[in-house]
């Protein structure tokens, strides 16, 4: 039975040409990504994983094949598994077959296995597109690998036949349950958004075993396996079916199997054709009242007066829209979808802005960015389901004959079905909003902004909505079947959504796109919305043309082609609508105009393309300028007038020039930005511009007589900086805002001599245009680099004097101390002078501030916040005094007499130190809930404050050469100085969640590491994840190898060496040096292999047994030890030689009772601990001073009983 | 009133529906008598502006049919072969609903005019009850009644009768027979009986064209004394297709029945029938 079930399906399904469009489908589409990520498109940047990874790696060649299939290979399983039965019901065949003697097993199991078969069959597809991809003559040898077949079949047997099943099996069931093709869409619908939803949800760090097993497509499983994986084991392991990989597909194949006997049980042979079925019975009359002639009098029918006239037709309209959208709404997919997406929305809402796994507080901004990026999927799916149920449902009910033949004008029909979509759209999104305010409430948050809720939700966000809405009833009309409308839609939306920016570049080719729209706090919608509203004013008429277009080309009647649509479209009834076509193409173009010329002639807009040319030719042309001698900036003085209103800015002043150089300069070279107007520049001694490119502001002043070793020369100028219009792209800091302006003097401000820092650093870049190779950063022993700082190009450390103005309700602020405030012609003034040199960089801004002033020690401390932001100032003020404090004792003095900190608003999300000055963004810290629910939540806002004050001494005091690895002794050390703050504030305990976020955001941004991984000590500017990550990690562990006092000691002596010095300025290998000095011998080897190495160690705790009692208890540890060295690719050699490794046991799960340094030699070392307690624990390395790829094993759990009944066996013996 | 003049039509898929049809049809009811595939329900919606002809013209009371849709669409009532309702409606509702559509914006009319239609309709008692619960005869009653709103001048109704039992069928004849006064009611069937019943003037429809033309009656007495039948055993029915005019043959009594056109008394054991519309449908499908 079961085998002619099975053949006779096979070989159907083998006869149905869909199966071979299906295997192509898939071949081809892995064939274009095969070909797309193997460099065939040099346009079209696209790597996975880091540009060094093969892109015929094992890990891409798992993504991609999971990829397709987790998408596309889904929806075949819909379409093949999920038919298996169903279809008996949709030919009817159910009641040939129910009749026979088949058994209900036979036929269950002989359906969903050659169902499963074949599409089985059909998923190998992706692995040839992949191998014929890669196999191809044209594409980029640098991006392929050796071939392998192992990746292949691990990935079909590990992932892709698993997940087939898993998935299969519940469409199935779903299918025997609902027997109706829909629902089983629906299921698919779910499957996916729940599947996100969760995985963004699951994300953190102590929850990953629970989301390893929890997903059922095993991504995060394999995830926990690759996370760590550097760029050399991404290209050559494969991933191998251990661990919770291998948990979570045996636990996924066991429910699935019970999902399967849920479906089997529910099924029977019976002829209803849906088992969810609310029908009731047919209405009958009794037959004696069928025999009851009717007696019919037209003319007793009351008389009535039908209107033909618009103005009717408008007020019908209305009942006509209710009615759409009332059976829209009385969908029962639409309300099932719509519980889901506010499911998620209180899900999503528990994760409210995390930042280190801290939420922030609920501010209305925040959730509703939070909810309504959710919510938009279910709205845009919802669109497009119901913009092709509305257009079809006359036509599949078969009311269109009916409907189609009353005297309605198509646009009626049109605007009300339109409307009804609109209507729907506005529900929903009005369910963010209602959902938004339960969130807020049910934490507590009362500060409910509602205004905000309807700018931001009905503002903003409606109104893409309502272009897509246009767009997919356009669609629906025109195609011949509504599953082919949901397709064209889906695939446009996707396209306009993530390819159309790449390839088309120019937004105004981009369906209903803007220059983006950030919401602050401090600047609201600010200067964005102009820009914003033309664009969709721009959008909203061309959708005006499309609709009335649609309108036209309404399908009514039996005959839709398209041919008579055209003819009854220009029939004489519709010169309405032609002149709505018309008129809206008019409006359309002269918008798009409007946008071309603000984006495009009032600002400047090039594609990052045509920017790099630009770049390239600037290198070319001026590169040979770089070892011009010239002047350095010495004394700086300045007029700054902020204009808040018009978003300008007006500058002037004189830099003081001073020869440094020991030959006589002829000639001074002056850069600008190019967006700065010059009004007049003037240097002294009658020097005359001989060369000016106004293009690049290039300029070039040839000196009367030359600048003599040690002596000045004073450049005078007057600048203004003007924002016209709106832009192409997103605008945020770099021209002054209405409320919150924050502008550096590299934006603006004159600088000397050529300037490196415009060079195309992407050598693959560099390559494509003929130019050499360029270093990332110049070698350490570079002595041109030692005479530069690492922050500016044209000076050393400065005098500095500014006066700045603003307009009267705001506060303006520059580094320096105020000399004097006064009011002129209704503008504020603020005069700033600094008492001690201080490095060339320095900022501005302007704001409606709150001011909260302290003292600590005769230093001034202010907090200068916008109104509402309250929330964590005391934990920065707090943060400011204990750093000081720390500082103070343990490096050098503060030398200044004030430490401020400026809010600004979150177009940008750092905080970053100026001299006696701390711009910190309103996106971090400000309204951070370190005080939640959770005790262990990081106090971000207090570590941040103590990172940028510690930059006061690491970049204000000691600045590094422009050399590699210089920004370790800026980022490192301040990483170091605001871990001990943290650590000293909070204790050991809470600094571990700290370290261990580090540790992992460490190994997996190396894993994604695009050139190649530095040793700490030569690290890039460029690689954060080493500055902070691994630098605060390894300075930490210096502290506890070293001891605190020997460590600081070093990095005082250094200090106390360096501070305000250069040039020459100090390199990395100065503070390495003062490091060792304070080492013992029997640690050297640490420096070297945290400097000068990429050092990874993997330890491991085999095994622990306790003997004793009381207080003679040993723990008997067997530890195996191994610590490996990668190379910049992240090969690994395992490392010879003894490490000092700390092991500690605990009380209980959290209490770590003692620590001990042990000297383990490679492999496997036994050890005895003796404890006096009961211990609970016993972990290697836990105060996490050691980078080690896997942490979970360097710990157990002393498990007593066991210990126990050992014991009690030994006894026995 | 409606003069239908030359109108042809071909599908896409080449089959052609109608060849140069031309009727002049005035006040009454008018039957249009043909078997399924003949053309009728393609001439139908054609005059009810749901799909157009590839040459001809329709021209009723001064609105051209093909270019005037909309004028016309305000003069119809129309009740298709086929149409299905909405999930979840109520008769009531849908009558609102259509009312609302065909211009009737008045409220107060509106109500009065689905409640009168109800009641004549017999439907008022079930008029809560979602229209996916009714049964063919109620679902046809609902039909004419959503066909009558709007004081049409011209009503087509497209094989009202197919699928509904007898007594449902005399039922819903019954109430058709009532609306053809002072306006056009054109009636397509397949069902001789109904143009029987119902129709003072007819046409029959064969391959896309009109095959005859004309009154029940007089197209009766043209078949006078010319239709002549016989029992006879199955398997002479062949024979007697090649010997003679065979019109039709049927079963009776399990013996077959030929009926043959003759002017002449044929002998041969035929004896003279009375000819009825449905010898003329069959001599003219045939």
Request: proline share 4%.
């Amino acid at each position: 039975m079961f085998s002619s079930i099975f053949s006779f399906e096979v070989r159907r399904l083998f006869r149905a040409p869909s199966t071979y469009i299906y295997f192509l489908v898939l071949v081809s589409v892995t064939y274009l990504l095969a070909l797309l990520s193997a460099g065939v498109f040099p346009e079209a940047k696209f790597s996975f994983g880091g540009e060094k990874i093969n892109a015929n790696s094992p890990l891409v060649i798992d993504a991609f094949f999971g990829a397709i299939n987790q998408y596309v290979g889904l929806i075949l399983l819909v379409a093949i598994v999920g038919n298996a039965v169903l279809k008996d019901f949709k030919y009817n065949t159910y009641s040939m077959i129910f009749t026979t003697p088949i058994s209900r097993f036979h036929y269950l199991a002989g359906r969903f296995s050659a169902s499963m078969f074949i599409t089985l069959l059909i998923l190998t597809g992706p692995a040839f597109g992949m191998m014929l991809g890669y196999a191809m003559p044209f594409v980029n040898p640098d991006r392929i690998g050796a071939f392998m077949l192992l990746p292949y079949i691990q990935t079909y047997w590990q992932t892709i036949i698993p997940n087939a099943l898993i998935c299969g099996t519940i469409f199935f069931s779903v299918s025997l349950i609902s027997r109706d093709i829909f629902v089983i869409w629906l299921s698919l619908i779910i499957f996916f958004v729940a599947n996100g939803v969760a995985s963004s949800i699951f994300s953190t760090l102590d929850q990953q075993t629970l989301s390893a097993l929890a997903d059922p497509l095993g991504g995060f499983a394999k995830r926990t396996i690759t996370k760590y994986w550097s760029t050399y084991e991404k290209n050559t392991r494969t991933i191998s079916l251990t661990g919770l990989f291998l948990y979570n597909r045996l636990l996924w194949m066991a429910i699935a199997s019970g999902i399967w006997a849920i479906g089997y049980s529910y099924f029977s042979f019976s002829s209803s054709v849906r088992r969810i079925s609310f029908r009731k019975p047919k209405l009958t009359e009794s037959s004696k009242i069928n025999f009851v002639p009717i007696h019919f009098r037209k003319d007793a029918l009351p008389v009535v007066h039908p209107v033909y006239a618009t103005s009717a037709m408008l007020r019908n309209l209305w009942g006509l829209s209710v009615n759409e959208c009332k059976t829209l709404l009385r969908n029962v997919y639409f309300r099932i979808i719509l519980l889901f997406g506010m499911l998620f929305l209180f899900l999503v809402s528990t994760q409210i802005g995390k930042i280190y796994e801290t939420t922030t507080y609920p501010v209305t901004y925040v959730v509703i960015e939070s909810l309504s990026g959710t919510f938009s999927l279910f709205i845009v799916i919802l669109t497009i389901l119901f913009g092709g149920e509305s257009v079809w449902r006359e036509r599949e009910f078969r009311m269109s004959n009916i409907i189609d033949a009353l005297p309605v004008p198509n646009w009626v029909f049109y605007v009300s079905k339109l409307t009804g979509l609109l209507f729907m759209q506005v529900i929903l999104v009005s369910i963010v909003l209602v959902c938004g305010v339960l969130v807020q409430l049910s934490k507590g948050y009362t500060n409910i902004e509602f205004g905000l809720y309807l700018r931001y939700l009905y503002g903003y966000g409606l109104i893409d909505f309502w272009l897509l809405a246009v767009l997919s009833v356009f669609v629906q009309t025109l195609v011949r079947n509504k599953f082919v409308g949901y397709f064209v839609v889906a695939l446009f939306y996707l396209w306009n959504s993530i390819f159309a920016g790449i390839v088309l570049k120019h937004n105004f080719l981009i369906f209903s796109s803007d220059p983006g729209v950030v919401y602050s706090d401090m600047n609201g919608f600010g200067h964005l919305t102009f820009g914003f509203v033309m664009y969709k004013l721009y959008w909203a008429a061309l959708c005006i043309a499309i609709a009335a277009a649609t309108s036209l080309l309404w399908a009514r009647g039996t005959e839709r082609s398209m041919k008579m649509r055209f003819r009854d479209a220009l029939n004489n009834e519709n010169k309405k609508s032609w002149v709505v076509v018309v008129v809206s193409l008019l409006v359309f173009v002269g918008m798009g105009s409007f946008i071309y010329y603000n984006t495009h002639v009032l600002n400047d807009y090039t594609t990052s393309e045509q920017q790099l040319k630009e770049l390239i030719a600037f290198e070319k042309k001026y590169g040979k300028y770089k070892t011009t001698p010239q002047p350095k900036i010495s004394d700086v003085q300045l007029q700054v007038d902020i204009f808040p209103t018009t978003r300008g800015l007006h500058a002037s002043g004189t830099y003081v020039l001073q020869n440094k150089t020991n030959v006589a300069i002829d000639s001074i070279h002056i850069m600008l930005p190019e967006s700065v107007k010059i009004n007049s520049m003037s240097l002294d001694n009658h020097s005359v511009l001989q060369y000016n490119d106004s293009s690049v502001a290039y300029r070039i002043y040839k000196l009367a007589q030359p600048l003599l070793p040690d002596s000045n020369i004073t450049l005078s100028f007057d600048l203004s900086v003007m924002s016209n219009g709106f832009q192409h792209n997103f605008s945020g800091l770099s021209a002054p805002l209405y409320n919150g302006t924050f502008v550096n003097n590299q934006s603006f401000l004159p600088s000397i001599g050529y300037n490196p820092e415009y060079e195309v650093s992407d050598n693959g870049d560099r390559k494509k245009y003929g130019m050499p190779y360029r270093a990332t950063s110049n070698a350490i022993n570079d002595s041109a680099g030692k005479l530069r700082n690492l922050f500016v190009h044209d000076a050393d450390f400065i005098n500095f004097e500014a006066t700045v103005s603003t307009e009267p309700d705001q506060i303006a602020l520059a580094p320096g101390y105020l000399q004097r405030e006064w009011t002129d012609k209704g503008r504020k003034y603020y005069h700033y002078k600094m008492d001690s040199k201080i490095l060339n960089f320095y900022s501005f801004l302007s704001a409606k501030y709150m001011v909260k002033k302290e003292k600590w020690n005769n230093v001034n401390l202010e907090i200068y916040y916008h109104p509402g932001h309250e929330y964590n100032l005391s934990r920065m003020m707090n943060g400011i005094k204990k750093s000081l404090a720390y500082y103070e004792k343990v490096f050098s003095p503060y030398q200044h007499k004030q430490v401020r900190i400026l809010e600004f608003p979150r177009y940008a999300t750092f905080a970053q130190s100026f001299p006696n000055t701390i711009p910190f963004s309103e996106g971090i810290g400000f309204i951070a809930n370190v005080a939640g629910d959770d005790k262990e939540n990081v106090d971000y806002p207090f570590y941040v404050t103590a990172h940028e004050v510690a930059h006061q001494w690491f970049a204000h005091q000691v600045i590094g050469a422009n050399v590699e690895g210089s920004n370790l002794l800026s980022e490192s050390l301040a990483q170091y100085g605001s871990i001990m703050v943290l650590e000293r504030e909070y204790g050991e305990d809470k600094l571990r969640k700290f370290l261990n976020i580090e540790m992992d955001k460490y190994l997996s941004s190396r894993s994604s590491e695009s050139e190649k991984e530095k040793p700490w000590a030569f690290a890039d500017a460029g690689q954060a994840y080493v500055l902070y990550q691994k630098g605060g990690i390894l300075m930490h562990a210096f502290n506890k190898y070293l001891g605190e006092d020997s460590m600081n000691h070093a990095v005082k002596r250094f200090i106390d060496k360096y501070a305000f010095q250069g040039p020459p300025y100090p390199t990395t290998l100065e503070l390495v040096q003062s490091i060792r000095m304070s080492t013992p011998d029997s640690l050297q080897y640490f420096i070297t292999d945290a400097f000068e190495k990429i050092t990874i160690y993997d330890n491991k705790l085999t095994d622990v047994k306790l003997t004793g009692s009381g207080t003679n208890q040993i723990i008997e540890v067997t530890v195996d030890a191994n610590k490996w060295y990668a190379d910049s690719t992240g090969k690994e050699t395992l490392a010879t030689g003894n490490n000092y490794v700390e092991i500690g046991v605990y009380k209980n799960r959290k209490t770590l009772m003692t620590h001990q340094m042990y000297l383990l030699k490679p492999g496997i070392n036994k050890l005895t601990i003796p404890v006096a307690f009961k211990p609970y624990k016993v972990v290697i390395d836990p105060r996490m001073l050691l980078i080690d790829k896997k942490t979970q094993d360097n710990e157990k759990r002393i498990d007593k009983d066991k210990t126990d009944d050992k014991n009690q066996k030994v006894a026995a013996l | 009133m409606l003069q239908i003049s030359n109108l042809s039509k071909t599908y896409p898929n080449g089959v052609q529906a109608l060849k140069d049809v031309t009727l002049n049809i005035s006040n009454g009811m008018f039957g249009l008598l043909g078997p399924n595939g003949a053309g009728k329900s393609s001439l139908m919606r054609t005059i009810a502006t749901l799909q157009d002809a590839d040459s001809g013209t329709i021209v009723f009371d001064g609105i051209d049919v093909l270019t005037q849709k909309q004028e016309l669409r305000k003069t119809l009532g129309y009740l298709p072969q086929e149409f299905g309702v909405y999930p979840k409606v109520s008769a009531e509702e849908m009558l609102h609903y259509i009312a609302r559509l065909k211009g009737i914006s008045n409220d107060k009319e509106r109500k009065e005019l689905v409640k009168a239609l109800l009641e004549q309709v017999n439907l008022y008692n079930h008029r809560n009850k979602y229209l996916g619960g009714y049964s063919g005869g109620m679902k046809q009653r609902f039909g004419i009644a959503q066909a009558l709103i709007g004081n049409p001048k011209l009503i087509i109704v497209d094989e009202p009768t197919a699928g509904l039992d007898p007594a449902e069928r005399l039922r819903f004849n019954n109430l058709l027979s009532e609306i053809g006064e002072n306006i056009v009611v054109i009636l397509s069937t397949h069902i001789v009986d109904d143009v029987n019943e119902l129709c003072n003037d007819t046409a029959i429809i064969a391959s896309g064209r009109v095959v005859q033309r004309g009154n029940p009656e007089d197209l009766l007495n043209g078949f006078k004394d010319k239709i002549w039948s016989k029992r006879v055993a199955k398997d002479e029915v062949a024979r007697y297709q090649s010997e003679y005019k065979l019109v039709l043959s049927k079963l009776s009594g399990g013996k077959m029945v030929v009926h043959i056109y003759s002017d002449t008394d044929p002998g041969n054991g035929f004896v003279a029938e009375n000819a009825t519309l449905e010898d003329i449908y069959f001599a003219n499908i045939s």
